[in-house]
């Protein structure tokens, strides 16, 4: 095994030791702490940022005593053009399954590294820290390169990049590093909107339900209006390939026993919004759907909505012509252009105006599960395409 791999390998594994694991957010200042050790080793100006508790309380308050910290390292020979490349040190819980391993007790099987993180994000990390000991060893470096590594990407990224976003000088491009496979750039990610759809009745005995008002009778005739009707409307748009979703009872409540009218009936929404779409239209098309059945039911019914994220587009062009230039030179392939179906931290920097794509090692299909692996060599052929990458950026 050559010097490099052996660096990256140890790299990852010890920072798939460190379980960082979100919710609730646990062992964060360990890992900053060893990532600054590593990257000052190699010449690079660090900053370790604290977020402010009062951030953490207001979007987590259920984790807010669990301190969160932002690492941001520099190589900045110059200030007139600025890349910033970014990867989440945040991992989902170890979850059960695994065969060839403990979740953080990672080992190297021919080119694998097994462990929970590998791939999302920690191959990202390992890839980054590579890449700036590369860039520090290069004579006559006179560009501007800045790093983040960032905590909570799982569950949400509001105090990782969408804090970070605020406080920093705004970058000319970026990149977040997640596992996109390098065969392909996202461009842009899909949104989310999470609704519950709360139902109230009236109690009645069950032998004298004519008394009461039936919740759940009404809940299921709203169910079944938006799922022969506005689901197959909304799931027929399509956008770069992928299509909008809804799913219908996710999580459903209701009932207290068997001899009662229910009284209450809930059940959720989830609804996938593509990026040509918006999460308020998407609320608003849930809404006037149900406020057509209202005449059908007794029960009232509202609508809560528990959770919103937008999707994103990149704003500009310029850096994924860059980024597929320096895939085709490094890795002789032309990447696919896609979105994700998921939302990444991405968005927060497209969303802000920045020049911005997703681009990693790795595999969404074996993040998040058992036996979570990377290909120690896509780690190595990632550094490649980010050098090629950074001097096509230098040279416009
Ligand atoms: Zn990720």
């Given at each position: 095994m050559s010097n490099p791999t052996r660096q990256v390998v140890d790299i990852l594994m010890d920072l798939i030791r460190v379980?960082?694991?979100?919710?609730?957010?646990?062992n964060y200042l360990e890992l900053v702490d060893y990532l600054d050790r590593l990257l000052t080793g190699f010449g690079l100006n660090t900053r370790i940022i604290d977020v402010p508790k009062s951030v953490i309380r207001k979007y987590y308050p259920e984790y807010a005593e669990y301190p969160r910290y932002i690492l941001l390292a520099e190589l900045c020979n110059v200030r007139d053009r600025r890349i910033h490349l970014n990867a989440h040190y945040d991992v989902v819980p170890g979850g059960d399954g695994w065969l060839v391993t403990e979740p953080f007790k990672p080992v190297l099987i021919n080119d694998r590294v097994y462990g929970r993180?590998?791939?999302?994000d920690k191959g990202g990390v390992t890839t980054l820290v590579l890449l700036a000991k590369q860039l520090s060893e290069l004579k006559g470096f006179s560009d501007c390169v800045e790093f983040s590594f960032t905590p909570d990407e799982e569950i949400g990224g509001l105090t990782g990049v969408g804090y970070l976003i605020n406080i920093?000088?705004?970058?000319?491009y970026a990149v977040v590093v997640e596992p996109?496979?390098?065969?392909t750039v996202w461009i842009g990610s899909m949104g989310v909107l999470q609704v519950d759809v709360v139902v109230r009745g009236l109690p009645a005995h069950a032998s004298q339900p004519w008394y009461g008002i039936n919740a759940f009778e009404d809940g299921i005739t709203i169910a079944h209006s938006l799922g022969s009707e506005l689901k197959p409307r909304i799931e027929g748009r399509r956008f770069m390939g992928e299509t909008a979703t809804v799913v219908l009872g996710g999580i459903t409540r209701g009932g207290d026993a068997r001899n009662l009218v229910p009284s209450y009936f809930q059940f959720s929404i989830d609804r996938r919004i593509l990026p040509n779409e918006k999460t308020d239209l998407a609320l608003n098309e849930i809404t006037n759907h149900i406020d057509k059945s209202r005449n059908n039911i007794k029960s009232s019914v509202d609508i809560y909505v528990v959770n919103r994220i937008e999707p994103a587009m990149n704003p500009g062009t310029r850096l994924l012509s860059k980024l597929v230039n320096a895939v085709e030179k490094v890795l002789n392939l032309n990447p696919k252009v896609r979105i994700s179906r998921a939302p990444v931290d991405t968005r927060y920097l497209q969303n802000a105006g920045v020049d911005s794509l997703t681009y990693g090692p790795g595999d969404t299909s074996s993040a998040?599960?058992?036996d979570e692996y990377i290909h120690v060599i896509s780690i190595m052929d990632a550094v490649d395409v980010y050098m090629e990458l950074i001097k096509n950026v230098n040279n416009e």
């Open positions: 379980s960082t694991v979100s919710p609730p957010g646990e993180g590998a791939s999302d920093i000088h705004r970058p000319d996109t496979g390098l065969d998040h599960g058992p």
